[in-house]
């Protein structure tokens, strides 16, 4: 039910989870970054969730016996070619996400292609690469603690796969959704269209983004307001991501003047301690 081997490129935030769960559900893992630094920070990323798992009773074993079935490469021609399951969380660049997913479909001939973007075009990630392979597999933040993962499909993955890579993400205890190929998928276009509309209240001043949080969470039952989420996601992702959803949907999601205002001086929420909140 677990693939046995996983690739993970990018050892950030989102990688870094990732990676945690497969750890942690049994898989070996081997992490790919640019260079040898990177890799190296990004298994000290992995370590510290895992022990923070580990401390509130989380973890099916000790963090060192699962920190020994991961293993690092800053190549990707030296990822395992009996890679079954690969997954990209690189930055939301089209090109770039296009790239490494190439690389490692000639790496790893049996691999299944998965990119973990939040809402860029899954058809547009497969061209040029053997699209039967290749499906969108979203994760939220934090991996380790949210159950939802959200599948997406294009017209040419397959069947095989698809239902694969379902029950990879039902072994590891979470809940799936699956989705046609459209912007932004389901979860990114409603959560960055109300995103969008708590910033420009605040812009306009409406209420403060503690009210408007509150609002939320006591009002429709939001585990978290759309403010706080936004520091948590970052402010640059969301921008980013709204300028794609812009182009594709039309102006109803143009950015506010104030996030691309926050995002400039490098407010970007948890990960600089400064957004809509201070961290």
């Given amino acids: 039910m677990i693939p046995q081997t996983v690739a993970v490129v990018g050892g950030g935030t989102m990688g870094a989870g990732i990676v945690h769960v497969f750890l942690n559900a049994g898989s070996r893992v081997v992490l790919a970054e640019a260079d040898a630094e990177r890799a190296a920070a990004g298994v000290r990323n992995v370590e510290a969730s895992l022990r923070k798992a580990e401390e509130r009773g989380k973890l099916a074993d000790t963090t060192d016996a699962l920190l020994a079935r991961l293993s690092t490469v800053d190549k990707l021609v030296d990822l395992p070619a009996d890679t079954e399951l690969a997954v990209e969380a690189v930055p939301e660049n089209l090109d770039l996400k296009r790239t490494v997913l190439g690389q490692i479909a000639d790496t790893c001939p049996q691999a299944v292609l998965a990119s973990n973007t939040s809402s860029l ?3 547009e990630l497969a061209v040029g690469l053997p699209g039967e392979r290749v499906i969108g597999m979203h994760f939220f933040n934090p991996v380790p603690v949210q159950v939802l993962v959200e599948l997406v499909h294009h017209a040419g993955v397959s069947a095989d796969v698809a239902a694969r890579v379902r029950a990879w993400s039902e072994a590891l205890g979470k809940t799936v959704i699956e989705v046609r190929d459209a912007p932004g998928f389901a979860t990114s276009r409603l959560g960055v269209a109300v995103g969008l509309e708590a910033i420009r209240m605040v812009e306009e001043g409406v209420a403060s983004p503690e009210d408007i949080d509150t609002g939320m ?38 950015p506010p ?20 909140f201070t961290w």
């Fill in 121 to 123: 075009s899954i058809t």
């Fill in 217 to 254: 969470r006591l009002g429709y039952g939001w585990p978290m307001g759309p403010l706080r989420l936004t520091d948590l996601v970052g402010l640059d992702v969301r921008l980013s991501i709204a300028e794609h959803l812009a182009r594709e949907l039309g102006d109803r999601f143009t």
């Fill in 257 to 276: 003047q104030l996030m691309r205002d926050m995002v400039a001086r490098g407010e970007l929420g948890r990960k600089t301690g400064q957004g809509f």
